[in-house]
């Protein structure tokens, strides 16, 4: 009960957070290609909780992500405050806040998919379910670009404040290493944690 009342609140707090972000976001269509994951996850997780709660650590990441995403949405990810802290601080050329999201774009769809994977039963070898939740990844990354580059082609100049690449002419392929980069993270440092509480929900 304890922790079904914090996912409560924590989905309030979401929805919370963006509404606010819809009041005066840099520019609408941005923000609601942006939100867009937020705005179907959430009644996807509400409906399925029943039948298959996930874990602590995946509602806990789904969060960050989707407040990455809102930041995003909001200031446009060549505009968002903390990517220009970053950018001072580490002297760099452009703001990074569009990498940081593609990072969590690997590392949180990663557990998403290794979840599935083992609790659902398709797998049994947990090597092979790393792998295949990496390819799960790959296979999002680059049809996110895909939705870029359509959304490039239908909007024409309207789709600059979405595809945030700063005129970097290799954001794309940028875009899906640091996914990976984020996969390889989950993949190394998560993994033993995920077990547990994968294992602690299968008791319970």
Known sequence: MQRQNMLIAAAGLLIIILLASAIHP???????????????ALP????????????????????????????????????VPLGFWVQDALALSRNPYDKIGHFAQGLVPFIVAREILWRGGYLTSRRMTAFLSICVVMMVSSLYELIEWWAALIMGQGADEFLGTQGDEWDTQADMFFALIGATAAMLTLSRLHDRQMAKLKSS
């Open 26 to 40: 840099y520019d609408y269509p941005t923000w609601f290609l942006e939100v867009t994951p937020v705005l179907i």
């Open 44 to 79: 996807v997780m509400a409906a399925t909780y029943r039948h298959f709660p996930l874990t602590t650590l995946l509602y806990v990441l789904i969060f960050i992500h989707a407040v990455i995403l809102i930041g995003g949405g909001t200031y446009t990810y060549a505009r």
